[in-house]
């Protein structure tokens, strides 16, 4: 029996409209531009400032423009998923906030949580859903309002994070193109190198809480990057082995915009030159969930119909991932 594919036919994106640059940071912390953009490759993010807005606004607003650029009505949606780890509320789920705000009346939603893999996590799970017949039309979203969890006193984190959100609108391929392979990892780390401490289950919100700033994201920065070197290299390289795909074959690596080194290392184990890289970390920073479909979103133009593209991404967990797809707009 053939089985389906799905392929993106539409990319949408959201990014506030106040900048903040590493001249800003200089005046919070102790630190300087050169400093990092010489680690980090980011010169600017972008932050939500409108205490009355939040992840799910950006969400919605990204998928909105996906639907318009594909010229469909909120109400065919059959399904979104949106990657997250600034959810509006701990329940209800933020993707039935968006649900409603775009009117797709007739679409179940849920979230998904990986870090910064959840954008490839998702895309995979609604991958499936057009591939089983389940559905035919799906927005997936990867949507973090990071500012509101960061301490601006830390500067080991408020210098890595921006704001934003990008939408892609998946529906069952008619040409061949679309996703072929995919591949992900999850290493549980039970250091938590990376993440929130408080504000689950383990440690519900408290006075004492809020006063340690245990709200805030954390992070051990070596062991995040060392693991996520590798991870994301490592995976990058298999999902090319596994459909015997050669540096030349590969038009794009979309990798999560993490860290400019990381980004550097995988291209290299790849074998592929920076000309083949999308790097936009330097206008957004690390938007979580975020980075990759806004870098499609900003490569949209200069992608060709049936280009070999390899997505990538390594997030808190520990979780890593790739796809492989071809590119099915015209």
């Not at 900048?19 to 932050?47: A, C, F, Q, S, Y």
């Not at 469909?72 to 600034?86: K, N």
């Not at 184990?269 to 690390?286: A, D, T």
């Not at 990759?292 to 991404?313: E, V």
Request: with cysteine; glycine share 8%; charged share 25%.
């Amino acid at each position: 029996m053939e089985v389906k594919r799905a392929k993106i036919t539409s990319v949408g994106q959201y990014l506030p409209e106040d900048r903040m640059t590493n001249k800003d940071l200089e005046k919070l912390v102790d630190t300087n531009d050169e400093w990092i953009r010489t680690r980090t490759g980011i010169e600017e993010r972008r932050i939500l400032k409108d205490p009355e807005k939040a992840t799910a606004f950006m969400g919605a607003e990204a998928a909105k423009e996906a639907l318009k650029n594909r010229g469909i009505s909120a109400e065919e949606i059959d399904l979104i998923i949106l990657a997250t780890v600034t959810p509006d509320y701990m329940f209800p789920a933020t993707a039935c906030l968006v649900q409603g705000m775009i009117g797709a009346k007739n679409a179940f939603a849920f979230d998904l949580s990986a870090a910064c893999s959840g954008f490839l996590y998702a895309l995979s799970t609604g991958t499936m859903y057009i591939e089983s017949g389940r559905a035919k039309k799906v927005l997936v979203i990867g949507t973090d309002k990071m500012s509101s969890i960061l301490d601006m006193t830390d500067r080991t984190t408020c210098i890595l994070f921006g704001d934003g959100a990008g939408a892609v609108l998946l529906e069952e391929s008619e040409d061949g193109t679309g996703i072929i392979d995919q591949k992900h990892y999850t290493e549980g780390d039970s250091e938590c190198s990376l993440y929130q401490p408080a504000g689950g289950s383990r440690n519900p919100a408290t006075e004492e809480t809020v006063k340690n700033k245990m709200h805030y994201l954390q992070q051990d920065g070596r062991a995040v990057f060392k693991k996520a070197t590798m991870g994301m290299a490592d995976v990058s390289l298999e999902i090319m082995e596994r459909n015997n795909l050669e540096p030349e074959d590969v038009a794009w690596l979309v990798p999560h915009q993490a860290n400019l080194r990381i980004i550097d290392a995988t291209a290299r184990r790849m074998g592929l030159s920076n000309e083949k890289v999308m790097i936009n970390i330097n206008k957004y920073g690390n938007t979580t969930a975020a980075t990759i479909p806004l870098c499609l979103y900003d490569w949209k133009d200069k992608l060709n119909h049936g280009d070999n593209i390899i997505l990538a991404a390594f997030g808190g967990g520990f979780t890593w991932g790739a796809i492989y797809l071809t590119w099915g707009i015209k």
